[in-house]
T-cell receptor, first 113, second 113 residues
């Protein structure tokens, strides 16, 4: 089944404790992206990747890192999480080299205390 | 700042009523346009898209959207809603040649049986 998977689905952590949210797709998609969803703000793009080893900032990259060492995986790294990073995070991918017809993962709800 | 605007964040309708959700964007030049839907507890999924050609596009589940270039708008419509259309709807804009995707804040639509 074609899908985008994220792990973990729920995470509660403390300020400053490094964490990684994994994202994997099995559709051989080139483009992958991370978004955060906050009430009243919609979805905002954090980082995106056009292909392996090619990543770039979205609208809200501060406090986040990403890497794309393999085509299928695009982990989101929070080196020192803060409470303002409490949010719902979505990973997405699309076949073509851009944010077209994206397939979204189920979301990761992160709480930073 | 360039942005995507969706008004009337909360919409409550009765079944069989018509639905229209507005989307306006402030990007100049050519854009690719999308509507995504998020049903309760489910992933975001693509409802419809516009790249070029006929400005009236049809999507899944009886939805359609009209691109009016002069008004920088891409409004979503459905002539007769059902209870199962209860969801959050997001408009998204990708400026041509740009690899980012900007979302509006979303419309929470509740259809009362």
């Amino acid at each position: 089944e074609a899908q985008v998977t994220q792990n973990p689905r729920y995470l509660i952590t403390v300020t400053g404790k490094k964490l990684t949210v994994t994202c994997s797709q099995n559709m051989n998609h080139e483009y992958m992206s991370w978004y955060r969803q906050d009430p009243g703000l919609g979805l905002r793009q954090i980082y995106y990747s056009m292909n392996v080893e090619v990543t770039d900032k979205g609208d809200v990259p501060e406090g986040y890192k990403v890497s794309r060492k393999e085509k299928r995986n695009f982990p989101l790294i929070l080196e020192s999480p803060s409470p303002n990073q409490t949010s719902l995070y979505f990973c997405a991918s699309s076949f073509t080299g851009g944010p077209y017809e994206q397939y979204f993962g189920p979301g990761t709800r992160l709480t930073v205390t | 700042a360039q942005s995507v605007s969706q008004h009337n964040h909360h919409v409550i309708l009765s079944e069989a009523a018509s639905l229209e959700l507005g989307c306006n964007y402030s990007y100049g030049g050519t854009v690719n346009l999308f509507w995504y839907v998020q049903y309760p507890g489910q992933h975001l999924q693509l409802l419809l898209k516009y790249f070029s050609g006929d400005p009236l596009v049809k999507g899944i589940k009886g939805f359609e959207a009209e691109f009016i270039k002069s008004k920088f708008s891409f409004n979503l419509r459905k002539p007769s809603v059902q209870w199962s259309d209860t969801a959050e709807y997001f408009c998204a804009v990708n400026p041509y040649g740009n690899n980012r995707l900007a979302f509006g804040k979303g419309n929470q639509v509740v259809v009362i049986p």
